[in-house]
């Protein structure tokens, strides 16, 4: 199939956007990285992600038309752009200077630990709240903007951070869609200018428009469903095999 996956890879890469989608849209994070640890196994990495980026982009799109009413604008305005702004730059110029292996097993296990000790913290004191001090606050966030800047994949620190000081399972889901959606945006835009985005691309994601559709219509549902505690629970679980994913592909 002339710029397109191969026929047995398209059903399979379908099964695993459905799982991955479904999970963001359930949640509010790790379609991207879930597709790619999963979907690098049956096609080549780079072609994968040129693929799933737009298709992200429009489940964020189609989360945040359901969701809207419910971002914490004054968050994402006041504290969580302007930090990850701040940061943005820097990874950019330490992806230059940097081991990417060694910095994606750094980052992995450090987003492991930040999820591990949470997740305990939630199963032992599920009722218990402690307020996440700013300063911890914003370096996670200036921390989430160079990861980003180097990785295209800042999340794990910005959903930590989201998930200690957002409670609400509607808010804190919003919040990260239009999050998503600004940055995914602005990655769209260089890729095209860089020329890794065009017809061919775009092929490819058309090939796995079935398991965004479905993937999204399943997170839907399960995000519904879900009760409160257990949403955080299934948050900072996620963070915990995030986290293991990522130094285990470093």
Request: net charge positive; hydrophobic share 60%.
């Amino acid at each position: 199939m002339p710029d397109g996956f191969a026929p047995v890879a398209v059903v399979a890469l379908n099964v695993i956007v459905a799982v991955a989608f479904a999970t963001e849209a359930a949640i509010g994070f790790g379609a991207v990285l879930i597709t790619l640890a999963l979907g690098s196994l049956v096609t080549p990495l780079d072609e994968l992600l040129h693929a799933i980026v737009p298709l992200n982009l429009a489940l964020s799109a189609a989360v945040l038309a359901r969701s809207w009413r419910h971002v914490d604008a004054r968050a994402l305005g006041t504290r969580i752009l302007p930090a990850m702004a701040v940061g943005f730059p820097i990874g950019v110029i330490a992806f230059e200077r940097l081991p990417r292996a060694a910095a994606q097993m750094g980052l992995g296990v450090f987003v492991l630990l930040l999820g591990a000790i949470e997740l305990v913290r939630q199963l032992r004191a599920p009722a218990e709240e402690r307020a996440l001090p700013r300063g911890v606050g914003l370096f996670l966030l200036f921390l989430g903007g160079v990861l980003h800047g180097a990785f295209a994949t800042g999340g794990p620190p910005v959903v930590y951070v989201c998930g200690r000081t957002i409670p609400d399972k509607y808010v804190f889901r919003g919040t990260l869609a239009a999050l998503w959606l600004l940055l995914g945006a602005v990655l769209i835009v260089t890729w095209l200018r860089g020329g890794h985005l065009g017809a061919a691309s775009l092929r490819r994601s058309a090939l796995l428009v079935p398991g965004l559709v479905m993937g999204l219509a399943g997170g839907e549902i399960v995000h519904g469903r879900l009760p409160q505690r257990a949403f955080r629970i299934v948050v900072f679980a996620m963070l915990v095999i995030v986290g293991a994913v990522l130094a285990l592909r470093a």
